[in-house]
């Protein structure tokens, strides 16, 4: 009892509860499916809260830790090992706040098969959730791996026209990426005897050339994750598929896997491999900060946009990560939580309206403020949240990122690339700017745009929000203005762990 | 003889009689009630099990040293009762469905599991060959079983013709062997060919013994009657012999090899690296284009057993052997377990005539039998090697030995592999969830408890895989 | 949160009330607004940034009181994170007090004119439910600008910085459906992404300045920076002065970045005003004299900041005495006289430049706001010949006016002898005017003499260029009021124009009152310096000049010589002057001011066109055809295909499988297909398979 | 006396032709008698290798040998008459109906 | 050359021709005589090596039991000549060139590699045929007593292969 007892235990494996229940509700009775996903999803959503409360931010080690062995056999030392710090803690709230949000999105999007799309929801907060907290690097990767199952029937199900295509290359792109990362991982079990990561950062002193080499397995796993330029083919494919609640955790939650592993693994693991790679993934960075802003002005699909704007938000993500100092650490962490949520309430905002003129085409488009006043000024915060506006989040997260990667540039970690990485990537705040007010014009402004005939035509004429969608997007819009006016309780929460683990690294 | 050689190999011995018995008492149950031979070979089946338990922790030689009986032994000869039951269950239902129901199908699998079991025991080459024809002369009848079926006969008839040519082969490298160390007991063999530097007489003929049990696993080149003969087979026996046969041939290539081969790794350690590589691709390759899932899943059975050559790589290498014998033998299980499930619900889905046995067949599954559906996604999962399932567990744990072997170039090519692998297992799982369809299934209660089971199986032991990790570590201890 | 930490004097709580306020006002107006009255969501957004004014003035007094050169404000704890150590402090000084004092209080006014103002225009626009957000928009935009003014680091003033560029954004896009004219079209949402676009671009430059200046200094802290700037090498600081100078440019209208304020002007006319003329655009010469100590510090930045007001001073008022329609005459003059002030703290004329700021925001607010009063003067009439036609002849008429020109109200072309019909307005914009053109005693006279002064003393370069400016804004003037209140009326509309009701008319008239005696603060007479002196507060000891009457009369002179020229340009006979403008005799020199210098093409074709290309070229070729397409289906598949025809004669036949076609699957695939060939069925086949495989194990054993 | 490497070269001569049998002829028949031919290979190897030694192991494991291809006889002459009797034709090459 | 070595090549040149014949004949009885005349040449051989009673078995067991059991099959399914056509064109050339391959390796490795394998033994020594009997069958049924019961169980499974084979099945297929 004590073992289920334990509150990082029961965030990571409460969801199963609510799997086990919908498994006893008849097919027919949607509305109990959802309510019953509902609450699981918000008493999950608890218990992180409950997590919060018990973590001290001061202490730089593992907390709530809950450590058993698992498979201890046989040359094998593999544990059940969780624990939470400061790099952790707000990917978990985050997750399993936006679990609840697109469950909740998910309300009328998604009539077929609503027992099937439920549990999957559940599996994958499973998945998510256990990735965040596991220690052991085998339990992180079977968590890891894990998190493909049930997106992959959630794309391939519940998606568009696509669908197929998109869930198989998804799965098939980020299971390539992952499966040397086990490799590596074996590798390092059998080195340090040990997959407790505490344990094997603790022993360190793995040769620097096999580092180069362990570092790159698990940069190829977590980079398609991200995803990295030019490894992103997969994204937008995903994302235009996808179902809403689809897109929002993948946005949110799944492109997180990536980003966190770096700073989880890549980072302490392989330290000298990780200065020496530093430039070399700044610059993949920087371009794909460039790369994936300009792309994404010449798309015509909505999704698509905003698709190929993670591919820049990400690139900011691993720039701080990769500058290797304080600054940009805990820049690229708290970049990771912005893009979550501002990306995913754009997600969740171009749903609602997909849900209602089913086209994601701009040209369609056109001056929808006028009869969606509300949805539209969400949508405008949201927008201005994710180009980096001052006030939100958006901002705090890029500019604390910009400024590691100045610093590391100026004090040569960095090398060739100085701070050139850093003034190129600063580019990409123009071109976000491009193509944020580019897709708010496009729909928004203007005069009405075909859709809005076509859908009174159909007797739909199109309707502002409901206060379901105002309670879904409304807990993401109030995070954007927290973390945007008042980041310091979120930097506080990670500032130690952060110090720490930069503390570790042979800078030059 | 004595009565302690007869103990060695008392589950065989047991299950002989019983198959003789059966046999006779087969001619007087009515032909529309040959369910209950079905149930009196499980009960054989059964009992040799139990005996085979209660043998847990004995250890020793009999005959002569011609049989071994030691943990390795035990732990195969469950499993491969345990396929016998398995394989039991499936038929029970399936050929009375197919209009092929007959006693002597029972006896058959009795005998080719006696061959099996013996294989596992065999200290000595002439056991092996002998034990190799027991297990394959009884599947050679029982691909051609339903003899209504062309494609039956044609199976039969390739796994005969090449299977015959194999053991010509493998009975010439054993001459090789008792021409280089004038015995045929493996342990004698390792004390000649530990005396002298290593013969090249030794090596030709433990090629030519890997070409033979090569051909038994599917290895790749060896594997060509695989798809043909699993395609045209009734799909019970299919089930059967991919696990069984499999099984055994490792069995015999694993004791050969570390028992008497152990000096050839020099030779040896290259041949196995190629024949793993070659197996894995070719295999995941070329069942990404079948449509069929019974050839599919034959090309999957070939690949897997390049997973499975990954474990004996290493084996020369004192300090890893143990870890790679037993991840081998740890992926047998795995395989088993998932390999039977698959089958148990491709036979769900299959109808007479062949129908249902397209992947497109499988369309809509998940809607109208989503338990079903769900049973198979694990199944394919696992096969692919993604948590929560064994299959996982079981690649990991091959992947291990290869590295602690210090055959990383393996490793990326078994893990590359298993990427093209997830396109047509995944494809399956596209159709049951992705597109529409009205598949019809066959319910059945034992069918329904295989699969479940097996399904069930295959998470919940990918989640406590302690236990089977002891026993695989533990079977093999006693080997040395 | 975290309050308190400094010391409170007087009313220094009250600092964070000055964001708070006009916050309150706009989360008042968003929550209820859809059942207030028009006058009550006006009320409630005029009160709330009113407060902000008493708040300002509070604090101004507490500033003085206390003798201190500066006070803070902590209200939180905003960054802490490795070297980065930031709070968000409220900085009272004299500079943020005077600006407090100027946002706020022109604010206040501005916000009571558009009640009137936009209770017509919105109705002009047919869509009444907009009153409600034009309010919310205008206190979003106090607050934000208090934001500014009252931060203590450079990011705290980026903040704000970014935040007035969303607002000028939403509010050059308020009528985002529309062009000025009304008609259906993009053009305002575009003028609206240009503004904000191109403020990025200088933002971008700011940003890079701060990262230097962190790297450098350490912090952000103005103070904190100030004092280690001696220790910081020249370099660096050049850089950071000439990084923030590009934010400059942007924000307040500087060459090259200036082309979004014209377009600006697509937004209602109290907004422009407020926004882009009084006070968001003034922000950068703000940040300039909030940075006084760097630029002080290296003369050679400060000459390219002094040179860049100066041309662009100069530029934009050429063009602006080539325009037609009366706010964008306004327009280029806002940017020629915003290049002023950037030339006065260029030049290290801090008082200058923030004197002239403030009898700037007076005029120019004034300016705007009774070009607004013109514009809705103009609409009325329009409206009013509309309804005269079509009471006259039903339906027939009606259809014949839509067929013709549009009506532009904005158009001085469709105006003339306003002064008759529209008297308050027209008094009031000669006021304005004559302060704008620097005529003696009128506010603009005092603060340009002040900075073509201190230009004479630094830079004889900068104070030549502004001197000739001087003279074309006198001019451009001249020419809007000959054609605009004098003479006859051109159009009917005119004929036919209003007088605007008081609410409108009371703030240009207290706008008026300030144009006027605004110079007061700081007369160039000894005694008279209070605005040098209150400043010195927060820029040290400053020099106080007095009147030089050599630069006073050449300018003077210069001013009346304009405005003569003007009058016997245009105002002699303004219908000819309509019909072909006089300076058309100056050829390509007139095209030239007309078509803004080609300016906006030439961007078009050196910035957006290339940029618009390459970031369809990335999405479509590389991305798409590239990575998406070409990598994956010619090079991979194709690749493969063919190689297999050549060697194999096998074709790679995809029918009937899953189609997954164009990623790495359909290379294993087709690897697959040609693989599948070998099983052909045939036992001998396979047997000879097998014996291949036994001679390549034994060939391995025989040559090993 | 004849060294056992003469018989041990003409066994593999005789397994040759067998695996050429097996491969180049269709008649299933006489590909089925080619095995026997390369297991008659094998045991005279296995006897010539035995014979260098005073034991019978090696005349034994032929024995055993000759016992299994008549079993192996047995089953193969079933299958192929079987065969027959749906194909009418003992061509191996009429019996690829699976493949792939 | 000694007067075994002749014997020897001479008998060597009869098996290898008998193999070679039925390798080529066309017609499948005279392929079936062409084996049993290999089978009696290679049971001389059995003699000379000094194994009687496996010479014995081969004649009777293979001579006599299997190749009557070929022929008798021959004769029943009638003794076809294929026809010509070839769906394998290139099976043939590969065939010969890898059995080729397969035999020059197996002769490097037996006789270069493997170097001399030794002599075999006189059969003056095991001239004894009843005692050499004897032995065999004290070792057959002590020492290898389980392969022995191995193989009556083999022989069992053949049969009621055979017989599950080709038993007719009421009801099943005409043919």
């Known amino acids: 009892m004590e073992f289920l007892l334990q509150p990082l235990t029961l965030v990571i494996f409460f969801p199963l509860v609510g799997v086990f229940a919908l498994l006893f509700i008849p097919k027919e009775n949607k509305d109990a499916m959802r309510w019953t996903t509902l609450i699981v999803a918000l008493i999950t959503f608890g218990i992180s809260i409950y997590v919060l409360t018990m973590f001290r931010a001061a202490d730089v080690n593992l907390q709530l830790v809950a450590r058993y062995d698992w498979i201890v056999v046989g040359g094998w030392n593999i544990q059940y090992f969780l624990g939470v710090d400061g790099l952790s803690i707000l990917l978990v709230l985050l997750t399993t706040l936006l679990t609840w949000i697109s469950i909740l999105s998910a309300w009328t999007a998604v009539e077929e098969r609503v027992k099937e799309f439920m549990i999957f929801f559940l599996l994958l907060e499973v998945g998510m959730n256990g990735v965040f907290l596991a220690q052991d690097l085998f339990l992180f990767y079977i968590f890891w791996e894990f998190t493909l199952v049930p997106m992959y029937f959630i794309i391939g199900i519940w998606g568009g026209p696509r669908r197929i295509y998109a869930a198989l290359k998804f799965f098939l792109y980020t299971m390539a990426g992952s499966i040397l990362m086990l490799l590596a991982i074996l590798w390092l079990g059998i080195y340090g005897n040990t997959f407790s990561v505490p344990d094997l950062i603790a022993r360190g002193g793995i040769p620097v050339n096999i580092q180069m080499w362990l570092f790159i397995a698990f940069a190829l796993a977590f980079a398609i994750k991200v995803p990295m330029w030019p490894l992103h083919s997969w994204l937008p494919d995903a994302h235009v598929e996808a179902p809403t609640a689809g897109s929002v955790i993948l946005a949110g939650v799944l492109l997180k896997l990536g980003t966190y592993g770096f700073v989880r693994f890549n980072l302490p693991l392989f330290p000298e491999a990780a200065v020496s790679a530093a430039p070399w993934m700044a610059l993949l960075a920087a371009i794909g900060i460039i790369y994936g802003a300009a792309v994404s002005y010449a798309q015509a699909d909505i999704k698509k946009l905003v698709a190929y704007s993670s591919v820049s938000h990400l690139g900011f993500v691993m720039l701080g990560v990769f500058a290797l100092n304080p600054e940009g650490v805990a820049g690229g962490i708290l970049q990771m939580i912005n893009h979550g949520v501002s990306t995913g309430a754009l997600f969740l905002l171009v749903g609602m309206i997909y849900e209602q003129t089913h086209t994601r085409e701009f040209r369609l488009y056109g001056g929808l403020w006028k009869i969606t006043p509300v949805f539209g000024t969400i949508y405008l915060i949201t927008s201005m949240s994710s180009m980096g506006l001052p006030g939100l989040n958006g901002f705090v997260g890029e500019f604390t990122v910009l400024l590691g990667a100045w610093g590391a540039g100026q004090n040569g970690v960095f090398y060739w690339g100085g701070v050139w990485l850093a003034a190129i990537s600063a580019l990409g705040v123009i071109m976000a700017a491009v193509y944020i007010l580019y897709m708010f014009q496009r729909m928004f402004m203007g005069p009405l745009g075909e859709i809005v005939e076509e859908a009174k035509k159909h007797g739909r004429p199109i309707r502002d929000l409901n206060w379901r969608e105002i309670a879904v997007i409304a807990p993401l819009v109030i995070l954007m203005f927290w973390i945007g006016l008042y980041p310091a309780p979120f930097f506080n929460l990670m500032a130690p762990a952060v110090n720490h683990l930069v503390g570790m690294l042979p800078l030059p | 003889m004595t009565f302690s050689d007869f103990t060695t190999i008392l589950p065989v011995a047991i299950l002989a009689v019983w198959a003789c018995a059966l046999l006779v008492v087969d001619l007087f149950i009515p032909k529309d009630r040959k369910g209950v031979t079905a149930l009196l070979a499980a009960l054989g089946l059964a009992i040799s099990l139990g005996y085979t338990l209660s043998q847990i922790g004995d250890e020793r030689l009999g005959f002569s040293g011609m049989v071994a009986l030691d943990g390795f032994s035990i732990f195969l000869n469950a499993l491969i009762l345990v396929c016998g039951l398995l394989g039991v269950a499936l038929a029970y239902d399936y050929l009375k469905r197919m209009n092929i129901e007959r006693g002597e199908y029972y006896v058959l699998l009795l005998f080719s599991s006696i061959g099996a079991m013996l294989m596992a025991q065999a200290a000595d080459l002439i056991i092996i060959f002998l034990a190799l024809e027991l297990l394959s002369i009884p599947l050679y009848v029982l691909s051609a079983f339903a003899r209504s079926n062309v494609s039956s006969e044609e199976a039969g008839l390739k796994y005969f013709l090449l299977g015959a040519f194999s053991s010509g082969f493998l009975v010439y490298g054993i001459a090789l062997i008792f021409g280089a160390a004038h015995t045929t007991n493996l342990y004698a063999i390792l004390a000649a060919a530990s005396a002298s530097t290593v013969s090249p007489l030794l090596a030709f003929g433990a090629a030519l013994v890997l070409v033979g049990f090569g051909f038994k696993i599917a290895a790749v080149p060896f594997h060509m009657w695989t798809p043909d003969a699993y395609q045209g087979a009734p799909t019970a026996v299919t089930a059967f012999m991919s696990s069984s046969a499999k099984i055994a041939g490792f069995a015999a290539l694993l004791r050969v090899f570390i028992t008497a081969f152990s000096p050839l790794a020099v030779n040896m350690t290259d041949v196995l690296w190629g024949l793993s590589a070659l197996t894995m691709v070719v295999g995941n390759i070329i069942a990404i284009t079948q449509t069929d899932i019974k050839r599919m899943l034959a090309y999957s059975s070939i690949a897997h057993a390049g997973y499975i050559l990954m474990a004996f790589v290493p084996y020369g290498n004192a300090a890893v052997a143990p870890v790679s014998v037993a991840a081998g033998l740890f992926y047998l299980i795995v395989y088993a377990i998932t390999n039977f499930g698959a089958w148990g619900v491709v036979i769900a889905v299959e109808r007479t005539e062949g129908k249902g046995l397209a992947i497109s067949d499988y369309s809509g599954l998940a809607k109208n039998h989503p338990a079903l559906a769900a049973a198979m996604s694990i199944f394919m999962v696992s096969l692919i090697g993604f948590p929560p399932t064994l299959g996982l567990v079981g690649k990991v744990y091959l992947f291990r030995a290869v590295i602690d072997g210090g055959f990383v170039v393996l490793a990326v090519i078994g893990v590359l592999t298993s990427i093209i692998s997830a396109f047509y297992y995944l494809r399956v799982v596209v159709n049951m969830y992705m597109r529409d369809g009205e598949p019809s299934i066959r319910r059945e209660f034992w069918l329904d408890f295989t699969w479940g089971a097996l399904a069930f199986l295959t998470v919940f032991l990918s989640l406590i895989p302690q236990t089977l990790f002891a026993w695989a570590s533990s079977a093999l201890m006693k080997l040395f | 949160m975290y309050f308190g930490e400094s010391a409170n004097y007087g009313f220094l709580f009250l600092a964070p009330w000055l964001i708070f306020f006009p916050t309150l006002g706009l989360l008042i107006n968003v929550a209820f607004g859809h059942k207030f009255s028009e006058r009550t969501i006006g009320a409630v957004a005029s009160l709330a940034t009113g407060a902000a004014f008493v708040v300002s003035i509070a604090l101004a007094w507490t500033l003085s009181a206390s003798h201190a050169d500066v006070l803070r404000w902590r209200l939180a704890e905003w960054i802490h994170i490795g070297a980065v150590s930031l709070d968000w402090t409220f900085r009272v000084d004299a500079l943020s007090a005077t600006m407090m004092l100027v946002v706020s209080g022109v604010g206040t006014l501005i916000h009571i004119y558009a009640i009137g103002y936009m209770h017509e225009d919105v109705r002009f626009k047919a869509d009444p439910r907009r009153f409600q957000r034009f309010f919310v928009f205008l206190n979003l935009f106090i607050a934000a600008m208090m934001i500014l003014i009252s931060a203590d680091s450079y990011l705290m003033l980026f903040i704000g910085w970014e935040g007035v560029g969303l607002c000028s954004f939403l509010l050059i896009g308020f009528w985002y459906e529309m062009d000025t004219l009304g008609q259906p079209s993009w053009s305002n949402s575009y003028a609206a992404k240009k503004a904000f676009v191109v403020n990025r671009i200088g933002d971008y430059g700011f940003l890079i300045a701060s990262f230097i200046m962190f790297w450098a200094f350490g912090t952000f802290q103005f103070d904190a920076v100030f004092a280690k700037a001696p220790q910081v090498s020249q370099g660096l600081i050049v850089a950071i002065t000439l990084f923030y100078l590009l934010g400059v440019t942007g924000k307040s209208a500087q060459i090259p970045l200036y082309v979004w304020l014209p377009d600006a002007m697509a937004g209602p006319t109290p907004v422009s005003a407020l926004i882009h003329a009084a006070t968001m655009v003034t922000a950068g010469v703000y940040l300039i004299t909030r940075s006084a100590p760097l630029y002080s510090a290296v003369p050679a930045a400060q000459n390219i900041v002094a040179l860049t007001g100066a041309v662009t001073a100069l530029f934009a008022a050429t063009i602006a005495a080539g325009q037609y329609d009366i706010k964008k005459v306004l327009a280029y003059s806002t940017i020629s006289q915003l290049g002023f002030m950037v030339a006065a703290v260029g030049v290290g004329a801090y008082v200058a430049g923030m004197f002239h700021l403030v009898t700037h925001a007076f005029f120019k607010a004034l300016l705007f706001l009774a070009a607004g009063s013109v514009i809705l003067g103009m609409e009325r009439g329009h409206h009013h010949v509309e309804h005269a036609h079509q009471d006259k002849s039903k339906k027939g008429k009606k259809k014949q006016e839509d067929r013709g020109e549009i009506f532009d109200p904005g158009d001085m072309r469709n105006m003339g002898g306003l002064r008759k019909t529209m008297p308050v307005t027209f008094w009031v914009y000669m006021a304005g005017t004559l302060a704008l053109a620097g005529i003696p005693p009128f506010a603009g006279f005092w603060s340009k003499d002040e900075i073509l002064l201190d230009a004479s003393l630094h830079n004889p370069t900068v104070y030549w260029l502004l001197t000739i400016a001087a003279f074309f804004t006198a001019f451009y003037m001249g020419r809007q009021i000959w054609l605009v209140f004098f003479g006859t009326a051109r159009h009917e509309a005119a004929s036919h124009a209003e007088e605007s009701p008081r609410v409108i008319t009371f703030p240009l008239i207290a706008l008026a009152i300030l144009s006027v005696i605004g110079g007061a603060i700081n007369l160039p007479f000894t005694g008279f310096h209070h605005f040098t002196h209150w400043l010195e507060g927060a820029l040290g000891k400053v020099e106080a000049m007095n009147l030089d009457m050599q630069v006073a009369l050449v300018s003077t002179a210069l001013a009346l010589a304009a405005i003569a020229i003007s009058w016997f340009l245009y105002g002699r006979a303004p219908a000819d002057a309509v019909r072909r403008d006089p300076l058309e005799t100056l050829g390509v020199l007139f095209k030239g001011m007309n078509g803004k210098w080609w300016i906006d093409e030439l961007y078009q074709a050196l910035v957006i066109t290339p940029y618009v290309k390459t970031a369809q070229f990335l999405a479509d070729v590389i991305d798409g055809r590239f990575w998406h397409d070409w990598f994956h289906d010619s090079v991979v598949v194709g690749g493969f295909n063919w190689a297999s025809r050549i060697g194999l004669n096998v074709y790679a036949d995809q029918k009937g499988i899953d189609a997954f076609a164009n990623s790495l699957g359909a290379w294993t695939q087709s690897l697959s297909t040609m693989m599948r060939k070998v099983q052909n069925g045939f036992v001998r086949s396979y047997a000879l398979t097998f014996l291949l495989g036994v001679v390549l194990i034994l060939g391995y054993l025989v040559f090993k | 006396m004849v060294p056992v490497d003469y018989y041990v070269i003409l066994s593999a001569i005789l397994f040759t032709i067998g695996v050429l049998g097996v491969l180049i002829r269709r008649n299933a028949l006489i590909i089925f008698m080619s095995i026997e031919l390369m297991l008659n290979a094998a045991n005279l190897a296995i006897v010539a290798f035995g014979s260098v030694i005073e034991s019978f192991s090696g005349q034994i494991f032929v024995f055993f040998v000759i016992a299994v291809a008549a079993a192996e006889v047995a089953i193969g002459l079933a299958l192929i008459v079987e065969i027959f009797k749906s194909k009418r034709s003992i061509d191996v090459d009429q019996v690829s109906g699976l493949k792939g | ?175």
Request: charge should be positive; charged fraction near 10%.
């Open chain 5, 1 to 175: 050359m000694t007067l075994d070595l002749a014997l020897f090549l001479v008998l060597a040149c009869i098996a290898v021709a008998s193999a070679l014949g039925m390798l080529l004949s066309r017609n499948t009885v005279y392929a079936a005589l062409y084996l049993v005349l290999n089978f009696i040449t290679v049971a001389i051989f059995y003699l000379l090596l000094g194994a009687p009673f496996i010479a014995m078995a081969q004649i009777t067991v293979y001579t006599g039991a299997i190749m009557v059991l070929f022929l008798f099959v021959i004769m029943l399914l009638g003794a076809e000549n294929l026809p010509a056509p070839n769906a394998l064109p290139w099976q043939k050339p590969l065939a010969i060139a890898l059995a080729a391959a397969l035999f020059a390796e197996a002769a490097y490795l037996l006789i270069v590699k493997a170097r001399s394998l030794g002599n075999v033994l006189p059969p003056a020594e095991a001239i004894n045929a009843t005692e050499n009997l004897r032995q065999l069958g004290v070792a057959l049924f002590q020492n290898y007593l389980l392969p022995f019961e191995i193989v009556s169980i083999l022989l069992l499974v053949a049969m009621i292969g055979a017989i599950t084979l080709t038993k007719k099945e009421k009801g099943a297929r005409n043919g």
